[in-house]
């Protein structure tokens, strides 16, 4: 799809996962994995998926969890040039569970892992100076280094005519990280596309209701604003008027990386220039096979899949 370069930055991470719900880590149990994940792989794998070129700024571990990534990602049609192979620091890895409620708990080596350790090299300078567009992921924005290398990199394709999208992606709680709530101001102030997530919106805003925070976030500047709402699909705002596109109807499996394939499959039909309703059925379809399928990677589809499901429920949200 299209011609432009979709460029995006972050963690790398393999994921482990807990076999049985209820599962702790206080005693040996039985895991599964490792798969290839981060939000910002997941979201640059959908979009290569989807066919758009784009690559992605990170770093891995010279060891075989960095190398699975990196030829998952290459496999998907990912420029993969600027993901640093760094010696002597571990891949990121992030070892999940389940609890009988339906939460999810983790136990993290990211900050201290190679993805920790992103840098703005010749190549990723290379990759930015092709760039269109940048992605950005809240999450992402965990140290200093990675907000370094994401503003920079906002500026550079800011200042090239390009345009930037946003996805916190973030829990309230992780705003008391230093730094974090002034790295994610930054980069709003500066972002043409908003994707937040249920009460992600209201993160930056004094308004508390929907209408009044999308007017508040439209006075800062901020163009469009995609609101996520799970099951219940997505909503498109922008001065031209409010667009609701409902949720492809889906069995949820794995409800890990839906917002990223969701987030890719917006950004790219955007980036194409179709219509909103356009955009949002793209994303709502990618949401939806990312939530049917187990895995962080493994529900993102191809073109082909996402125009299967489209054609299969018909006039659904026309
Ligand atoms: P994540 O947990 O990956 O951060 P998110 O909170 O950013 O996700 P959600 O609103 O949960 O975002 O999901 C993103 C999109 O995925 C939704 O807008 C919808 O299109 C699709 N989706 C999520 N859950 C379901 C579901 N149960 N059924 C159908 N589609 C879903
Ligand atoms: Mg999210």
């Not at 807990?18 to 149990?29: D, L």
């Not at 075989?64 to 760094?86: K, T």
């Not at 569970?97 to 990723?124: C, K, M, Q, W």
Request: aromatic fraction near 6%; charged fraction near 20%; proline fraction near 5%.
């Amino acid at each position: 799809t299209g011609s432009k370069t979709l460029v995006t930055a972050g963690e790398i991470v393999v994921e482990i996962m807990a076999t049985e719900v209820g599962q702790t880590f206080m005693e040996p149990g039985s895991l599964v994995g490792p798969f290839p994940s981060g939000a910002p792989a997941i979201f640059i794998d959908q979009a290569a998926r989807l066919g758009q070129r784009c690559g992605m700024i990170a770093a891995v571990g010279d060891d075989d969890f960095g190398a699975l990534n990196v030829r998952r990602l290459e496999l998907s049609g990912v420029d993969v040039s600027a993901i640093a192979r760094l010696p002597g620091i571990p891949t990121g890895t992030a070892f999940v569970r389940y609890a009988a409620d339906g939460g999810r708990a983790f136990v993290y080596n990211i900050p201290l892992s190679a993805s920790g350790h992103i840098a703005t090299t010749p190549e990723a300078t290379a990759l930015l100076a092709r760039a269109d567009h940048f992605h950005v992921m809240g999450s992402s924005l965990f140290s200093p280094a990675v907000v370094a290398v994401v503003e920079d990199a906002v500026r550079t394709v800011k200042a090239r005519g390009g345009t930037v999208s946003f996805d916190p992606n973030i829990r309230r709680e992780m705003l008391d990280l230093a730094g974090m709530r002034e790295a994610l101001s930054s980069v709003l102030a500066s972002c043409d596309l908003f994707l937040p997530s249920g009460a992600e919106l209201f993160l930056f805003t004094r308004a508390q209701d929907e209408a009044g925070a999308v007017a508040e976030l439209s006075d800062r500047g901020i163009a469009t604003v995609v609101l996520k709402k799970g099951a219940e699909g997505a909503v498109h705002y922008h001065r031209d008027g409010r667009t609701a596109f409902p949720a492809f109807p889906v069995r949820e499996i794995d409800p890990t990386g839906a917002g990223d394939c969701f987030g890719a499959g917006f950004v790219c039909a955007w980036l194409r220039g179709a219509p909103p309703a356009e955009c949002l059925q793209v994303a709502n379809a990618c949401g939806a096979l990312a939530v049917g399928a187990k895995g962080p990677m493994a529900g993102t589809g191809t073109l082909a899949d996402i125009r299967a499901l489209i054609a299969a429920n018909g006039e659904a949200g026309s």
